[in-house]
Each structure stands twice: as C-alpha cells, then as structure tokens.
C-alpha cells in the first residue's frame, strides 16, 4: 500500500525525507506545490505525484532531488520547478537542478516535467558500471519526460551511460540536450525551440551512442552541433527544420535516413559520413553547405533527384 504524503505548507524536505526512508515501497504525492531541497530517493523505493497538479518546487540549495550512488528507485507523474524568471533564451547555469543523479544505475524516471532551472534540467554523470550493478545495459531509463525553460533541458554528463531516454520533449532551453557520454540512446523525442537542440561534445569515454527517430526543428541557432566527437556517433532516421548542423574536429558522426532543411557544416579533421537524406533546400535556412573535403556523402537526394553539394 502506498504512503501518501498530502502536506504543503512551508519547507516538506525534512517530512518528506523521513517518509521516503521508512523502506520500500510507494510514497504517493498528493496534489499542491512542496518546497523542498536536497530530496534522497532511497533504493527499492518509489516517490509518485498525480501528473501535473504535483509540483516539488526548488526550496533552496542546488537540486530539488538529489541521487547519488542508489539503484532501483523511481521518480514519476510529477513536476520539478525551479525559480528562474524572465526570457528563458537568457538563461544562466547558476547550477540550479531539477534533478541530479551521480554514480547511479537500474532506475527510472517516468512522466516527469522539469521546469524553470538556472542550471540543468536533468543532469546524470558517472553510471556506476559494473557485473552486480549496471553489466553495460542498466543504467537508468527516463521515459516520457518534459524538459522546458531551463538552461540546458537535459544533460549526458561525464561517463553518464547506458541510459535509455525516449519520448522526450525539450523545448525554450537555452540548450534543450548535451551528450557528453558515450553508450546514450536518445528516441522518438522532439528537441525544438531552443536556442541550441542538441549539442555533442565528447568528455571522458564519449559519444558512440545513438540518436534515432527524432525531431529537431525550429531552433534558433544550431539543431545539432557536434564539437570534438571522436568515437563517433549514430544520428538516424532524424527532421532537421531551422537551426544549422554543425560538425566540428569530430570523426564517425553518421548522419543517414532523415530530413534536413537546414545549412550544414563540416569543419576541421575527421571523416564523417552523411547518406540517404531527403535534402530540402529552402531560401534563408538551407541554401549554405560547407563540408570538408574528408566528408563522405552517399545517397543523399531532393524532390528533382541525387544531391551534391558544390564544396
């Protein structure tokens, strides 16, 4: 049986944490803003809201729920709010997070809206890898998650991977997703509406991971930006709309099966591969094409037939 906690007035951290340590089980949120900070999901134990109407608000400190080392817990059907104000294009990381998970494996967070960060949204670094924790295919499961008017929506941070992200919605961040990890896969999700969609930059054991069936529209200055990708990296299957792909000192990026309506750029060494897209060439937002001469391109077409680009 699930323990409720329907409490709302003043700082709940102290309340709410000694709810979710009495042991495994469900610890059922009800509707109503909670302030709270620093929040510690314990393992085997799962803290559910009522969708929307639950909201854990930022009460001070760095992170409303913050994860470190545990396995087997799970965050859902609730919101994560931040005090971050005014034109979320000018956002800062003042490292404010919604969520923070370190060193963490075999989790899950499901139907969970982060919002209104200075800082990230989501942010998970150093999956804690082994044979009896995470053997290369448990590090965690995010699910139907809503990032929005954050700094950066949602983060891969140092070694944060095997992790399965889908149906993601990030959108009005000043950066919607970061890879910085490599083993990520990233589907069926939409990152529009940012001022960068998803940026990939290799950290310690970076990118060959994968990102599949999404939408990357209406950004405002790069849809996708790979900076210094050297393991390479799988994009398949993607709508680029607006924004610029830009491939800089990187190596093994793949861009293959997808749409593109948006100026591309390959810069610096490395040889990267971009084959079967429909290209769609549109006055103002896909009329620019610099690609370095190692660029292999295969396949590509537009409505009228092959495609090529004058390099």
Known sequence: MARTFDRTDGDVTGVLQA?????????????????????RIPENVTLAGEGPATVLRLREGSAVVQQDGVSGWVLRDLVLEGNASGDWKNRVDAGQTGIAIDRCWGYEVTGVTVRHFDGTGIRIRHTALSADKAPYCNGGNLDRITVHDCHVGLCFGERGEY?????????????????????????????????????????????????????????????????????????????????????????????????????????????????????????????????????????????????????
């Open 19 to 39: 709810r979710l340590c009495e042991g495994p089980g469900i610890v059922q949120l009800g509707p109503g803003t909670h302030m709270c900070s620093g929040l």
């Open 163 to 311: 992790l399965n992200a889908v149906e993601v919605s990030a959108y009005q961040n000043t950066t919607g997703v970061i890879i910085n990890a490599g083993n990520v896969k990233l589907a069926a999700s939409n990152i529009c509406s940012n001022v960068d969609g998803v940026f990939i930059e290799d950290r310690e054991n970076g990118s060959h991971g994968a990102l599949a069936n999404c939408l990357v529209n209406h950004n405002h200055r790069h849809a996708l930006w790979c900076r210094n990708v050297k393991n390479g990296m799988t994009i398949q299957n993607c709508c680029f709309f607006y924004g610029d792909i830009t491939i800089e000192d990187s190596q093994g990026v793949v861009i293959d099966g997808g749409e593109i309506c948006c100026n591309l750029f390959a810069r610096g060494g490395g040889t990267n591969r971009i084959a079967g897209n429909y290209i769609i060439p549109y006055a103002g937002i896909c009329e620019r094409f610099e690609l370095a001469p190692s660029t292999l391109l295969d396949g590509n077409f537009t409505a009228t037939g092959a495609w090529s680009p004058v390099r």
